[in-house]
């Protein structure tokens, strides 16, 4: 495509030739499109973002208050990795983004995750948010409706001068299933609320609009992403939550704008960007592309491995909270043997062995990899273990499979220790959670300014993928129309921003 014809596909007002023999006056003119317009307004409006663009949370820090913050000033939104952190020190990364941002700069939330295993832990949670003013929350990881979660959403209801339903703390719903969806897209169920009243948790008022209001406003359709994932497709998986909104609201008498669901998982190019906003999603999420940016709280040395994956370098493994069930994370797998030892390390276990009743080749292996003797390995994982779960220590003591698997679990967990910090004696255990994004991502960059990840920053990526997607969307418009456009109108190289945002 020739330059003259990429910028003149974003000018305002600019009248394109339709070919010869179609209907019409023989030119058509076209409404300017920005960046800015993709996506939902209202979700602009309310949470006071330039660009429907959200920068997803990541677990333990990960996405840090410095990645939050760039987010919110570069026009988007960002969410704290607050999950598997510690109270205190969630308290300490809210305390760094308000400072940081003024009152009006309110595009920005934390992560609760559902935790039915920990009793206490999401209440706590909820009651911090609360008490610091964090007025977005994304709730991950739900099978079901919690107290808490419910809690959250109707404590910032209130009725608006017109009448209608206003909110101050909104709930982003991340779902990749239909039935986890419309729990969320539905107001919260009356036994639920009646209790909560009871309780003394929420007035009956409040409980009065929540029964009238969806639990979460922004839902979240998660596809293939890094982490914790069903790997769903996205374009089957957004087309499922569109369809359950209607149904929703049909049911409850609710007007569909009431809700938006936005798309994340495998977002990473241009031409993912324009694909969801042209689905209808009202906003999209990026997370692995992010991982390897300078805000990021993982290590250099794991962050230049991201920067080299191609898509098809990714792999799950075993999960270090949910050995034992089988759960599964999608990782990185070039660079790290971690996917391949973890699988090992569970194969074992199901079969039901333990270090002691393992070969002598795998009890070779197993030791070569925790890098210490097993029972030097047990010793620091017993010490652990009494302290958080003392029955499960003392069920280990005599069950040598429950040994291995808690073993394990200190293994798969010291990997994202390990890539964390960089330590690059253990960087073929680096446990990196990553999903087919980053290597679309590195295969757009290839050859620009954003190829080295001393340039990757929330900032240049963001604004790169929106104008991107801009552009693709008016060349798909273009086409829509009848008028003939060259295949390299769909596709887009990154360009340098300035600082203001507006040139290059
Ligand atoms: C390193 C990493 C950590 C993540 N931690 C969390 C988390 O704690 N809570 C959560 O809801 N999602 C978490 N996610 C998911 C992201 O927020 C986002 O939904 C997902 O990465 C989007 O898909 P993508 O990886 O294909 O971009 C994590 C993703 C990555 C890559």
């Known amino acids: 495509m020739s330059l003259k014809l990429e910028i003149e596909m974003l000018e305002p007002r600019k009248e394109f030739a339709l070919p010869a023999g179609m209907a019409g006056e023989g030119t058509i003119q076209f409404p300017p499109l920005y960046p800015e317009w993709l996506g939902d307004p209202e979700f602009r409006r309310l949470h006071a973002v330039r660009f429907n663009y959200v920068v997803g949370e990541m677990a333990r820090g990960i996405a840090t208050p410095r990645m939050v913050v760039a987010a919110v000033n570069a026009g988007c939104m960002g969410f704290y990795g607050s999950a598997g952190l510690g109270l205190d020190e969630i308290r300490a990364g809210i305390a760094k983004i ?51 979660i419910v809690r959250y959403s109707a404590l910032g209801l209130s009725r608006g001068p017109d009448g209608e339903i206003a909110r101050s703390t909104h709930v982003f ?28 948790a929420i007035t009956p ?99 230049e491995m991201l920067a080299k994956a191609s898509p098809a370098d990714v792999a799950m493994a075993p999960a270090a909270d949910m050995f034992e069930q ?74 040598g499979n429950k040994r291995l698997a808690l073993v394990a679990r200190r293994y798969l967990f010291m990997g994202a220790q390990w890539a964390r910090e960089g330590d690059l004696a253990r960087k073929s255990d680096y446990q990196i959670w990553c ?23 929330i900032r240049q990526i963001a604004l790169n993928l929106m104008e991107g997607a801009a552009r693709l969307s008016r060349a798909a418009q273009l086409r829509a129309c009848g008028i003939p456009m060259p295949a390299t109108a769909f596709s887009y190289r990154p360009l340098q921003f300035s600082w203001s945002g507006q040139g290059r």
């Not at 039901?352 to 795998?362: Q, V």
């Not at 003797?373 to 010793?379: K, N, Q, R």
């Open 326 to 399: 089988g759960v599964e994370v999608q990782v990185l797998k070039r660079g790290t043997l971690f996917a391949m030892r973890g699988k090992k390390l569970h194969a074992h276990y199901r079969e039901g062995l333990s270090f002691e009743t393992m070969s002598e080749k795998d009890r070779a292996w197993l030791e070569d990899v925790l890098g210490e003797p097993f029972s030097a390995a047990w010793d620091k994982t017993r010490a652990f273990i009494e302290k958080t779960n003392p029955r499960e220590a003392e069920r280990a003591e005599t069950d």
């Open 98 to 148: 308000q400072a940081e941002l003024s009152p009006a700069q309110i595009g920005w939330g934390a992560n609760l995750i559902y935790s039915p295993q920990h009793p206490g832990q999401e209440a706590a949670t909820v009651d911090l948010f609360l008490e610091t003013g964090v007025a977005r929350v994304s709730a991950s990881a739900y099978m079901r409706l919690s107290a808490d």
């Open 173 to 200: 719903a991340k779902v990749s299933r239909a039935e986890v969806a419309e729990q969320f897209m539905a107001p919260a169920p009356e036994k639920m609320l009646r209790e909560l009243v009871e309780s003394g």
């Open 435 to 457: 999903g087919p994004a980053q290597g679309a991502f590195n295969e757009w960059v290839a050859g620009s300014f954003l190829e080295p990840v001393e340039n990757r920053s």
């Open 205 to 303: 008022e409040q409980a009065d609009l929540a029964a009238r209001a969806p639990v979460a406003a922004d839902i979240t359709a998660e596809a293939d992403s890094g982490g914790h994932t069903d790997r769903r497709a996205a374009a089957p998986l957004f087309a499922s939550l569109s369809e359950a909104r209607d149904r929703v609201c049909a049911r409850h008498d609710l007007s569909p704008e009431l809700i938006r669901i936005g798309l994340g998982g495998g977002i990473a190019t241009p031409h993912g960007v324009a694909a969801a906003f042209a689905m209808g999603a009202a906003y999209v999420l990026t997370g692995s592309i992010n991982q390897a940016c300078v805000e990021s709280g993982l290590s250099l040395p794991a962050r």
